[in-house]
Nanobody
Framework: QAQLVESGGGLVQAGGSLRLSCAAS????????MGWFRQAPGKEREFVAG????????RYADSVKGRFTISRDNAKNTVYLQMNALKPEDTAVYYC?????????????????WGQGTQVTVSS
């Protein structure tokens, strides 16, 4: 069973950058696809980015393409989300998720483990 702990959230001005980290427990991290999701107040949880387990293929939501980059270090059991050119509409709680498959999916229902979330607030 995987446990996920996010860090790196905070308050930033529009146009700024943040890097989120998600540390995972377990010895088979590379067997899991990892995803980042976010949820703003009053809205559904939405997919942000995903990365496959071994070949590190990635996919992104259209709203973050060109601004956000997901990466992973399998030796450190950690996945990252580099967020650049942040906008006020990026404000949300960001969640890390793990899927017992090497292929990342867009739907939250496909993920088996979730972190507790980290708040990202972008001021205008």
């Amino acid at each position: 069973q995987a446990q996920l702990v996010e860090s790196g959230g905070g308050l930033v001005q529009a146009g700024g950058s943040l890097r989120l980290s998600c540390a995972a427990s377990g010895r088979t991290f590379s067997n899991y696809a990892m995803g980042w999701f976010r949820q703003a107040p009053g809205k559904e949880r939405e997919f942000v980015a995903g990365i496959s387990g071994r070949d590190k293929g990635t996919r992104y939501a259209d709203s973050v393409k060109g601004r956000f980059t997901i990466s992973r270090d399998n030796a450190k059991n950690t996945v990252y989300l580099q967020m650049n050119a942040l906008k006020p509409e990026d404000t949300a709680v960001y969640y890390c998720a793990a899927r017992r498959s090497t292929v990342p999916e867009v739907g939250a229902k496909f993920y088996d483990y979730w972190g507790q979330g980290t708040q990202v607030t972008v001021s205008s």
